[in-house]
């Protein structure tokens, strides 16, 4: 399991990594104050006005980077921090939901497909790491001289549900990255933002998508260990 334990370890530091840089981003790009004075609750409002959309709401939720889009009631919630606040960080992350709003008004396929897999992935998430371990006794317990490898059966399943939160990761790279360019490209094309406050949005949402990136990479480099396992190699 020493294998195991380093893909951990490094997963995580480049995590904490990833997302100190993008906590430090944001705090910079807070100080970046709009010349058009809109908070981020207005930003979000406009945004869905000018992509014809009546029935989503905008509202408060507490908590930082706390902000997401609803599909289920229609709302894009923002952090305290990005609802009343006026700067190019809170324009990044309201215009960003929005663009998850705007995928779930015309149909966005990755979208929908995320939403489809959330149900199952939800269920493999709370049970995968018990099915896996127990997989692993069950191997170690029933291996022979003539089948060295045990039974795999419970491990399989258990590697098969790691491979759909997997796969769920990197179904979400799409989405994520195709709101942000959404979010840039309304931000950019209706004048919201100056040349200069542009640069902190496109910056912040940058290091925001690198978020997911890191965690889909992280997850492909677990999958694999287990499946390494499933095969019979072990370190």
């Not at 944001?26 to 609750?41: A, D, I, T």
């Not at 059966?153 to 491979?163: H, I």
Request: glycine content about 6%; some cysteine; overall charge positive.
């Amino acid at each position: 399991m020493t294998g195991y334990y380093v893909i951990i370890g490094l997963s995580m530091l480049v995590s904490w990594l990833v997302s100190a840089r993008l906590k430090s981003k944001f705090e910079h790009y807070s100080k970046v104050h709009l010349r058009n004075g809109m908070s981020g609750k207005e930003v979000a409002e406009k945004m869905l006005r000018d992509n014809g959309i009546n029935d989503v709401q905008v509202i408060s939720v507490p908590g930082q980077l706390t902000d997401h889009y609803n599909p289920a009631n229609k709302t894009v919630n923002l952090s305290e921090g990005v609802y009343m606040q006026r700067n190019a960080a809170a324009a990044a992350v309201a215009a960003h939901e929005c663009g998850h709003a705007v995928q779930h008004a015309v149909g966005y396929s990755m979208l929908q497909l995320r939403s489809k897999l959330v149900p199952l992935v939800s269920i493999s998430s709370n049970l995968m790491q018990f099915v896996l371990i127990a997989g692993i006794v069950l191997m170690s317990a029933t291996q022979t001289i003539d089948n060295p490898n045990g039974n795999t059966t419970v491990l399989a399943v258990g590697v098969a549900m790691f491979a759909l939160t997997t796969l769920f990761a990197f179904v979400t790279l799409p989405v994520e990255y195709d709101a942000s360019n959404r979010a840039m490209k309304w931000l950019k094309d209706t004048g919201t933002v100056t040349s200069e406050e542009f640069v902190g949005v496109k910056d912040s949402l940058t290091w925001a998508a690198r978020t997911y990136l890191v965690a889909a990479l992280g997850s492909l480099a677990q999958l694999l260990y287990w499946a390494s396992m499933l095969m019979g190699r072990r370190d």
